[in-house]
């Protein structure tokens, strides 16, 4: 069965340092995979997604993410963080032929000062 | 253009009471989604509709859920005799296309309450 893992329930940073969201999944095929954020009283935007091709994709507000085959991981990435990206970061896995995302419980970034 | 809205926005029921859950998708958008979020968890489905078509219920909890979207385009989700382990944010989600790949648009949600 599928499954995504978010090993980091929470993170804190300080603001202008790099980031790294970690994200394992679980799925026979190759998977569609993405990034959602979601603020406060909001729903889920999409950062990025991975489908095929290039494994390191650039997504919205800076934000990229490497697809690695070997380790199943799908790690996201961000240089130099901003006091605005504090929010929840979900990782999903999707699958072509199946419609419905299967979510990660999600990693809480909070952003120091 | 607007996005996916979902009404109302929080909603406090008493056990046993039904509830009814609103969504609007976004125009011309096929596929439709319910996703429940627990506390402190990711989405998780419950549904998902093409057009007024519902393929998949296989996420719903029990038989006091239903879906219905019969013309295609807003979406119903409703719970009868309602249980505290049904407090969780109700998501919808709406996409263009058909396949996996496709990406899903969500609602801001409606936190159900249920005291």
């Known amino acids: 069965a599928q499954s995504v893992t978010q090993p980091d329930i929470h993170i804190t940073v300080s603001e202008g340092a790099s980031l790294e969201l970690r994200c394992n999944y679980s799925y026979g095929a190759t998977p569609y995979l993405f990034w959602y954020v979601q603020s406060p009283g909001q729903g889920l935007q999409l950062l990025l997604k991975?489908?095929?091709?290039?494994?390191l994709v650039q997504g919205i507000k800076g934000f990229e993410a490497e697809f690695k085959r070997s380790q199943s991981s799908f790690n996201l990435r961000k240089p130099s963080v901003h006091w605005s990206d504090a929010a929840e970061y979900f990782c999903a896995v999707g699958a072509m032929g199946s419609y419905k995302l299967i979510f990660g419980s999600g990693t809480r970034l909070l952003v120091r000062p | 253009g607007a996005g996916v809205s979902q009404s109302p926005r929080y909603k406090v029921a008493k056990r046993g009471q039904d509830v009814a859950l609103r969504c609007d998708p976004i125009?011309?958008?096929?596929?439709l989604f319910w996703y429940q979020q627990a506390l402190g968890q990711g989405p998780e489905f419950l549904t998902y509709?093409?057009?007024?078509?519902?393929?998949?219920k296989s996420g719903l909890p029990s038989d006091r859920f239903f879906a219905e979207r019969p013309e295609g385009s807003v979406s119903t989700l409703k719970i009868q005799r309602t249980q505290q382990e049904d407090s969780a944010v109700y998501l919808c989600a709406s996409s263009l296309g058909l396949s996996g790949g496709t990406e899903q648009y969500f609602g801001p949600g409606t936190r159900l309450t249920v005291t």
């Open positions: 991975y489908f095929s091709g290039d494994t």
């Open positions: 125009s011309g958008h096929v596929s």
């Open positions: 509709f093409q057009n007024e078509a519902q393929l998949d």
